[in-house]
């Protein structure tokens, strides 16, 4: 198999696309982002990292964070982690809030924003958030092996400033007990994990913990075996909200995307891959990004199933 021929296919297709799909606009400092970028890069079980287009631009990685967030969480307090979240798709968009009425501010999954809050709130752990927010930076670099992954404050401000559903999200659990600290607190360590920015190329480093069975390339582990299957079961069934059976459908690989417009998606045993595109489609999951996706599953037989 050429991939290097099969990842400059991609990117040519991306570029000739005229239907880019929409910037996210309800995160003001996201809105100016040029929808005009595509990038791509592929990390190898073998060791081999192929890429293309803008791939070592910096991107927002907004829920992406929340695969991280999720492994930090189960790292910290295990197993007890669902009881205060889900394991099921929801079938709604990601900020929904009409489940938890039903359900008891329990979250139907860690995917989901009110589930992120939850893992965030667990991954405080009475701390304040900066030890929070920089044990989550650590934890990044360490994965992707780079020490230039950061934060961008003014996107943090941003959402911070205008996130009033998370906010709702927040206080409606906190009133069921199912969040813990100052809403507050728990929402400036979300907003800020979301605004973490990486490239493609750092973000498919970063994954491949979960293409090589919970171990870091470097040696040790980062999580065991049966939890790095878990977190890319999760990722499957939930990891594109209420579009994750479409993913399934024409993709087959766990993915986890972000309104900033990237997507990690991880082949068991096989590749790590970051695609980014600005622009989103109908359920807020990138457009160019998904069909690089599609197109790199099909020509490289990666689907899972
Ligand atoms: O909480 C939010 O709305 C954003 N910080 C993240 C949402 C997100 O990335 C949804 N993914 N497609």
């Known amino acids: 198999m050429d991939l290097p021929a099969i990842i400059a296919d991609i990117v040519a297709h991306a570029a000739s696309r ?27 079980a073998d060791g081999r990292l192929i890429e293309g287009g803008d791939c070592a631009t910096g991107f927002s990685i907004q829920s992406i964070s929340k695969v991280f967030a999720l492994t930090l969480a189960l790292g910290k307090i295990g197993d007890q982690l669902w009881q205060r979240v889900g394991r099921e798709p929801s079938g709604n968009a990601f900020n929904s809030i009409v489940q938890l009425e039903q359900e008891q501010g329990i979250p139907r999954n860690p995917f989901i924003n009110a589930g992120a809050v939850v893992v965030a709130d667990v991954n405080l752990g009475g701390h304040q958030p900066r030890v929070a927010i920089g044990e989550m930076l650590r934890f990044v670099r360490y994965l992707a092996g780079d020490d230039g992954i950061a934060i961008n404050e003014t996107v943090a401000a941003s959402e911070t400033a205008t996130g009033f559903r998370n906010m709702a999200l927040a206080n409606y659990m906190r009133a069921f007990g199912n969040i813990h600290h100052p809403v507050d607190l728990v929402l400036g360590t979300y907003f800020h994990q979301c605004a973490i920015e990486m490239s493609c190329r750092q973000l498919a480093l970063a994954g491949r913990y979960l293409m090589l069975d919970g171990r870091h390339p470097e040696g040790g582990r980062v999580v065991s075996s049966s939890r790095a299957k878990r977190i890319n079961a999760l990722m499957l069934t939930c990891g594109h909200y209420d579009a994750s059976g ?10 986890k995307s972000g309104v900033g417009g990237g997507i990690l998606a991880i082949v068991p045993g096989r590749a790590s891959i970051a695609v980014w595109s600005p622009g989103l489609n109908e359920n807020g999951n990138s457009q160019l990004g998904t069909l690089a996706l599609e197109e790199l599953a099909h020509r490289t037989g990666w689907s899972v199933f």
């Open 18 to 44: 005229e239907d880019r799909g929409t910037v996210a606009s309800y995160i003001p400092e996201l809105a100016k982002v040029d929808p005009g970028q595509f990038g791509i890069a592929v990390a190898t």
């Open 246 to 255: 479409d993913f399934a459908f024409r993709v087959g690989i766990p993915g």
